[in-house]
């Protein structure tokens, strides 16, 4: 890979993710060519184009497909971002061609297959890294709940609480019922710190309508934006927190229904690898 200076005022992309109409999804801006741009520079890009990620390739080698990648909030370096990954793995499918591509992140390398579905548009797949997942500690959850203004009462009891890994780590918390999920109200500052405090990226809540179908918010006050509307390293850890569950269906794959409630519908399809470590989250990208 070759890493020479790069131009002072980069271009920066706008794209949607995990969905096919640019006024859904979640927005990511894409620099294809950071080499040359610092950190300082790298958080200033995304600051100003102010989603909650943006994708940074500040390395690359388009021969062979790969590419060193890396991801900004509006407030800091994020080591993994599912969403930004497909976003920028479709607008490189439209320059260089469908066909696989690999990505060097900070979490390690993230395999990608990219093509068109049957209505034509250009869908990427990401191969996440090994994923785990643990059970949260009671104080993990009362500070939690305290800062989400939720009970223990209100949660699913058939889905513990977990800190679960894909990539980067969140707390997953089922709710009961999907008008509970809808009416999330919580207090920005203080989940902030909760989750600064316990490392996490976002804090995945969901809804089970069905085995195949999962309802998902997800609060991001560390990145300063309140929610995001699809979350592609969230639904690579919840996938393997159902595995772990036991809760994969037997087609081996399910579909997240994320950024309804905030009006960026975003649809994330999911599926456990048969290595039992890795998950797939496949989705489409429009440019906005």
């Known amino acids: 890979m070759t890493t020479p200076t790069g131009p002072a005022a980069p271009e920066v992309l706008r794209y949607t993710a995990f969905s096919a109409d640019p006024a859904g999804g979640n927005p990511a801006g894409i620099v294809l060519d950071a080499r040359g741009l610092g950190d300082v520079e790298m958080l200033a890009v995304a600051a100003a184009v102010g989603y909650s990620e943006s994708a940074f390739v500040t390395e690359q080698d388009p021969e062979q ?4 990648v890396r991801y900004f909030s509006p407030l ?11 976003a920028t793995a479709v607008a490189l499918a439209e320059r260089l061609g469908e066909g696989p591509l690999l990505f060097e992140t900070n979490v390690g390398e993230i395999s990608l297959d990219t093509g068109k579905d ?22 993990e959850l009362d500070a939690a709940l305290a800062a989400l203004r939720w009970s223990r009462d209100e949660l699913d009891a058939a889905f513990p609480p977990h800190v679960a890994f894909g990539g980067v780590e969140h707390l997953v918390l089922a709710a009961g019922t999907r008008e509970h999920l809808a009416a999330l109200d919580y207090d920005f500052d203080g989940l902030a710190e909760v989750m600064t405090r316990h490392g996490w990226t976002t804090v995945q809540l969901v809804w089970r309508e069905s085995p195949e179908l999962y309802h998902a918010r997800d609060p991001f006050p560390i990145g300063g934006v309140v929610e995001d509307p699809a979350t592609g390293a969230a639904a690579a850890a919840f996938g393997g927190y159902l595995r772990a569950l036991g809760e994969i269906p037997a087609s081996g794959s399910f579909t997240i229904r994320q950024g309804e409630d905030m009006g960026r519908p975003s649809t994330l399809t999911v599926s456990a690898m048969p290595d ?7 989705g489409t990208a429009v440019a906005i």
């Open 118 to 139: 049957a209505s034509g548009a250009v869908r990427a797949t990401l191969t996440s890294v090994p994923t785990h997942t643990r059970p949260a500690t009671d104080a």
């Open 76 to 86: 800091a370096e994020v080591d993994f971002c599912g969403h930004a990954t497909v």
């Open 65 to 68: 497909r790969r590419f060193r």
């Open 276 to 282: 039992g470590e890795r998950i797939r989250v496949s």
